[in-house]
């Protein structure tokens, strides 16, 4: 048996599993860097997250990344070159927060990577019948493995597609395997750039579980703060957007699009929801005079109706659930009053009330995916075409 192989077989019989978790999302703000004590596997799983740390980005990373993220023409050479680099400097990220945590590379049995996305075309955006759904991250697994170490599990997403899905969102898996209860239907509300939610019945039943991308949650925001605002990155405590009003005009321009149309489950990316988007929903209502804040208080509604639609959607007919927030937008007062006015008398809470911290639930998950790769079995859940098969998702990549 080669040695990676017996690594592995050992590693998939250890009755607990310590794997760092990474997520890099559409924010681009930094690494979010989860030391997860995970066992068993399946509904069996135990997950618990000893250590997290979000690694901000310096300016020179960023700019980088925004030179190649969500755009149709790049140089090429710069996305060939990003790939590996991106992989040397998560690797450095990890090692320094195990440092800091006190563990060394030898306890540590995976890392799983997500890597950073920088373009996300589905079907339904590209609209070219030759091609499929398609999805890049890049950030190479075998460059993260080789310099921290450390066997790592990466680019999850591809399997997702390949078996016919559209590679997002993935959360679903994790979401059903933790957070799963016959106590209380569930809404699992992760708001990144983009929100995405996976309905948890009580019932849990896998057949039920439905997990699908909104649409935008903070990444138009964020763009507009960016664009306007040098010294900020986003809308600090919503206050630039709650000084402003919301345009009525503007915001049912906004709402107008096939995507929000597109049969469940679904995925968009910054690909769609941008500032062109922005501009083209001001140029059709001319609210070309709205101020910065009157136009963020109405993307803030924005993202908040599509959010309560979508949830009251899939929760027809139920009329007891809960709605658990994780992600950047927990953040953000404003959007989550907006959501609660949408919702009367719906219990609304951070992920922290179930003992995971709202902002370290990404990278949790992509752990729990790694876990899956090589200590679960394959699993077929609802929120799946009737072409996807069951799923192990990850490449490996092994230190030497």
Not at 31 to 50: E, M, P, Q, W, Y
Not at 222 to 230: I, S
């Amino acid at each position: 048996m080669h040695p990676h192989i017996s690594r592995l077989y050992h590693l998939s019989n250890k009755p607990d599993r310590l794997i760092v978790g990474l997520m890099s999302g559409t924010s681009l703000d930094g690494l979010d860097v989860a030391l997860c004590k995970i066992g068993n596997h399946g509904v069996n799983t135990r997950a618990n997250v000893l250590h997290f740390e979000t690694v901000q980005y310096e300016k020179n990373f960023t700019e980088r990344v925004r030179t190649v993220f969500s755009k149709r023409d790049v140089d090429l050479q710069q996305v060939c070159l990003l790939n590996p680099w991106i992989a040397e400097q998560h690797a450095q990220m990890v090692l320094q927060c195990l440092q800091r945590w006190n563990y060394t590379v030898d306890e540590i049995d995976l890392i799983a990577s997500h890597g950073q996305t920088i373009f996300h075309s589905p079907r339904s955006f590209h609209q070219l019948p030759e091609y499929g759904n398609a999805t890049l991250q890049i950030g190479d697994g075998d460059h993260l493995a080789s310099k921290s170490g450390i066997i790592t599990i990466s680019d999850f997403r591809q399997k997702h597609i390949a078996a016919g899905g559209e590679g997002a969102p993935l959360a679903m898996y994790g979401d059903y395997l933790i957070f799963s209860t016959p106590r209380e239907n569930r809404i699992m509300l992760n708001i990144g750039g983009i929100a995405n939610l996976t309905w948890l019945p009580a019932t849990q039943s896998a057949k039920e579980v439905l997990s699908t991308d909104i649409g935008p949650g903070n990444t138009m925001m964020d763009a507009l703060v960016r664009q306007q605002k040098v010294d900020l990155q986003f809308d600090v405590d919503a206050r630039i957007a709650r000084s402003g009003k919301v345009s009525g005009k503007l915001l049912g321009a906004l709402k107008k699009n096939p995507f929000f149309e597109l049969p469940l489950p679904k995925t968009v990316g910054p690909e769609l929801f941008n500032l062109d988007y922005l501009a083209q929903a001001i140029k059709q209502s001319m609210t070309e005079l709205l101020s910065l804040s009157d136009q963020l208080a109405t993307l803030n509604q924005f993202s908040a109706d599509r959010i309560t639609k979508l949830i009251q959607h899939v929760t027809a007919g139920e009329n007891q659930f809960s709605v658990y927030v994780s992600g950047g937008g927990i953040h953000n007062t404003l959007l989550l009053e907006n959501i609660a006015v949408n919702l009367p008398g719906t219990t609304i809470a951070s992920t922290e009330v179930l003992g995971i911290h709202p902002d370290a639930k990404e990278a949790l998950l992509f752990a729990l995916l790694a876990n899956e790769c090589v200590a679960g079995e394959a699993r077929k859940l609802g929120n799946t075409r009737p072409e996807t098969k069951s799923l192990t998702m990850g490449k490996i990549s092994f230190p030497d």
